[in-house]
């Protein structure tokens, strides 16, 4: 299922990162790979942020519905 399924405070595995090369790219710079464990903090107008690793990052709905948890 999309990262923007899961609801605040829940925490997955990402499973897949979808898109074209420069997107996954992008994500991946950000910690967004397959096997990491992500937990989402909130979720405003479709935006999300997330806990990966050590970090929070926001990323819009779009970037979201690419990540498969």
């Excluded at 996954?24 to 990966?52: C, H, K, P, Y």
């Amino acid at each position: 299922m999309p990262l923007t399924m899961l609801e605040t405070g829940s925490s997955s595995t990402i499973k897949r990162v979808g898109g074209g090369d420069k997107v996954r790219q992008f994500l991946s710079g950000l910690g967004f790979n397959a096997g990491t464990d992500i937990t989402v903090v909130s979720q405003s107008a479709g935006n999300v942020i997330v806990q990966v690793k050590e970090s929070r990052v926001a990323i819009s709905k779009e970037m979201a519905m690419r990540i498969t948890v």
